[in-house]
């Protein structure tokens, strides 16, 4: 099993948050992986991306020319990276923001409304969970309780407050494609 995953979208938007738990989500669970950020010197609101491989073979390189999944948290993230999914690979699509549509037939594509879902829970800003819920739902390459465990030892001290806002922002992604 190799998952090479890309994941785009505006700078503040999570999609590197995105990657990096999924790397350390598939550390945990004894997989191999790579996590490798990309991003302009804008920030917040410029372009952001990362590569992310979990396998359950040793990682050559944390570079591949086609991805096995896509997550594109905006309309020029699934412009640019649509044509590189490998043929039969999924492409989650955070609807709220992008109002294209998948163009290939030879792809499975879940639309996941993360803003409306974010603010349903109670914050905007978690909209990243509710997509990384989505695509651990869709791809059960990783356990939801392995991430949610990492959700309550990212959130410590004052921030523990967040613990519960996140996991229901993540169950209610996973409950997306359920």
């Known amino acids: 099993m190799k998952k090479q995953i890309i994941i785009s979208g505006f700078g503040g938007q999570g999609g590197l948050a995105i990657g990096k738990n999924l790397a350390e989500a598939g550390m945990d669970e ?5 996590w490798a950020p990309s991003y302009g010197p804008e920030m917040r609101g ?14 050559g390189s944390p570079v591949f020319a086609r991805c096995t999944e896509l997550i594109a948290l905006n309309e020029p ?3 640019k990276f649509e044509e590189g999914v490998l043929p039969g690979g999924t ?18 594509a879940y639309y996941i409304p993360c803003a409306k879902i974010a603010e349903e ?4 800003k978690v909209g990243n969970m ?8 869709a791809t059960k390459i990783l356990k939801p309780e392995t991430i949610e465990k ?4 990212m959130f410590t001290g004052p921030k523990a407050k ?8 993540f169950r209610r992604g996973m409950a997306c494609v359920q």
Request: aromatic residues 4%.
């Open 162 to 169: 967040f613990i519960p806002l996140n996991i229901e922002a």
């Open 150 to 153: 990492m959700i309550e030892t």
């Open 46 to 59: 410029g372009t952001a991306n990362c590569s992310v491989v979990l396998s359950d073979h040793p990682v």
């Open 130 to 137: 509710v997509m990384l819920g989505a695509y651990v739902a």
């Open 30 to 34: 004894g997989l191999n992986v790579t």
């Open 77 to 79: 993230s699934l412009i």
């Open 121 to 124: 829970v109670g914050n905007p």
């Open 91 to 108: 492409v989650f699509v955070n609807s709220d923001v992008v109002t294209d549509k998948v163009s290939r037939p030879d792809l499975t």
